[in-house]
């Protein structure tokens, strides 16, 4: 199995439009953060997990020309927002099969919903196939992907386990029973916004104490905002099985 962080940044990105914060100004690639996104391929299949506003671009820099579906962990613009972006596999694949919480599904019809139109429809719009995620195992490609139930403040998150990986991102609060789903990883990726706390996200104490809790082989931090610091700095302070993951990482596992 293959993992490509597509992004590691937070809703707004890094840099920041206009911001003159040190992290910012960093010319340091791995301080560069486009929108959370990850792409996992095994075998002959190939998925990504959110398509934010900076999709396009992310497809284009991993050289990707085909993937067979997204699934998507929550609604939030910077997780949702380049769905128009799937026209070019649609055209050459045909109806690309998306899979979320029966909500996400509906806030698409409402958001995007030329996609979803059957009368007049403009044939230049992308095409879907659409899949309700519920609290159960479910099949991608020949693999059972396992969600597991997450809160993002109050709203209800999806994370997810495909083997021996975890990716919860947006992450706040997580319950007993799902924390069962997480035991004997390998590769837990798990969000830590920044260094202070805060409302909807695991800052960076919380993301640690919660690796301690799991203890898998390695962790990965992502969906980082500037706030959290220069990568090589907060890389120097984790423990040896924590990462900081930057765009265009690639995990073979």
Not at 92 to 100: D, S, W
């Amino acid at each position: 199995m293959k993992v490509t962080f597509l992004g590691t940044g937070t809703s707004q990105g890094i840099p920041i439009i206009g911001s003159s914060h040190p992290v910012c100004l960093s010319t340091n690639k791995k301080d560069k953060r486009l929108r959370v996104s990850i792409l996992v391929e095994w075998d002959d299949f190939a998925y990504v997990i959110d398509c934010g506003p900076d999709f396009r671009y992310q497809i284009l820099r991993a050289n990707c020309s085909k993937i067979d579906g997204i699934v998507f962990t929550h609604e939030h613009a910077d997780h949702v927002a380049g769905l128009d972006d799937i026209r070019p596999f649609c055209f050459r694949q045909g109806p690309l099969p998306i899979y979320a919480h029966k909500r996400v599904i509906k806030a698409f019809h409402e958001r995007f919903a030329y996609i979803f139109e059957t009368k007049n429809r403009y044939p230049g719009a992308p095409s879907v196939s659409t899949f309700e995620i519920k609290n159960e195992p479910f099949l991608l490609g020949n693999l059972n992907v396992i969600p597991i139930n997450l809160y993002h403040d109050k709203l209800q998150v999806f994370g997810f386990r495909f083997k021996n990986l975890a990716y919860l991102t947006d992450v706040k609060t997580i319950e007993k029973e799902e924390i069962k789903k997480l035991q004997g990883l390998d590769v837990l990726i798990v969000s830590a916004l920044r260094i202070e706390p805060h409302q909807s996200h695991f800052n960076l104490e919380e993301a640690l104490e919660f690796i301690d809790l799991i203890k898998p082989k390695k962790a990965y931090l992502t969906h980082i905002s500037h706030m959290l610091g220069f990568h090589d700095d907060v890389q120097q302070i984790l423990p040896e099985n924590v990462f900081l993951a930057y765009d265009n990482l690639e995990l073979n596992l």
